[in-house]
């Protein structure tokens, strides 16, 4: 099952704008990751953020996560073409092994 | 160096027949997993190997499902008796001491 949801479901923005991707999730957390696809093939791993780390930044990403509402957001800045995938949400929970519950994705069109 | 392989890229086969995908980890990794995404979703956990041993076989679906990790690092997911629903990506992942997953580029399993 789904852990959680990403909002929005689709985004699409145009070159250099910015996108900010948002995921919830359900359950108590050990630490949430940040992937991207390309064509529904192997993911891309973006950035891993701690239970204990409220915010990371990764060259133009910048992930903010808030565990009293469980709940992340992911910023692309100045967004470029190739920055056109799908971006999932995973959470590695509390007191399990390191196995990933992935959200339902947030599909990305950044256009010329 | 090389990344996480799977094998093959694409499998079509027949209701009812047997097949197997096969997953070469990132060399050193201890920690292998096997998701499976249907289209449109994020992908779900299936096993989850620490050595050669299943530590948690929590998402396989049912007992038609079998895999194995007999010298820690190659894997081979098994599939018996395969049905139209089992279609989807079966990706594979192997991951280090960080909680950082790496992904392979999946294999697209159809079965007709």
């Known amino acids: 099952s789904q852990q959680g949801e990403e909002d929005p479901q689709a985004l699409s923005i145009q070159e250099g704008e910015n996108a900010t991707m948002n995921c919830s999730y359900k359950?108590?957390?050990?630490?949430l990751q940040w992937y991207r696809q390309n064509s529904g093939r192997g993911l891309v791993h973006l950035i891993l953020?701690?239970?204990?780390?409220r915010e990371k930044h990764s060259g133009r990403l910048r992930v903010t996560l808030d565990t009293s509402k469980k709940s992340s957001s992911l910023l692309i800045t100045a967004s470029r073409a190739a920055d056109t995938a799908s971006y999932f949400c995973?959470?590695?929970?509390?007191?399990?092994?390191?196995?990933?519950?992935f959200g339902t994705g947030t599909r990305l069109q950044v256009t010329l | 160096g090389a990344g996480v392989s799977q094998t093959p890229s694409n499998k079509v086969t027949e209701k009812g027949k047997y097949v197997e995908l096969r997953c070469d980890p990132i060399?050193?990794?201890?920690?292998l997993y096997w998701y499976r995404q249907s289209l449109g979703q994020g992908p779900e956990f299936l096993i989850y190997?620490?050595?050669?041993?299943?530590?948690?076989d929590s998402g396989l679906p049912n007992d038609r499902f079998f895999a194995v990790r007999p010298e820690g690092s190659v894997s081979t997911l098994k599939i018996q008796r395969t049905e139209r629903g089992d279609s989807a990506v079966y990706l594979c992942?192997?991951?280090?001491?960080?909680?950082?997953?790496?992904f392979g580029p999946g294999t697209r399993l159809t079965v007709l």
């Open positions: 992942a192997s991951g280090d001491s960080t909680d950082t997953q790496y």
């Open positions: 359950t108590s957390i050990n630490n």
């Open positions: 953020i701690r239970s204990n780390e």
């Open positions: 995973a959470t590695g929970k509390t007191g399990t092994a390191s196995k990933l519950t």
């Open positions: 060399s050193g990794h201890t920690a």
């Open positions: 190997f620490q050595g050669t041993g299943a530590a948690d």
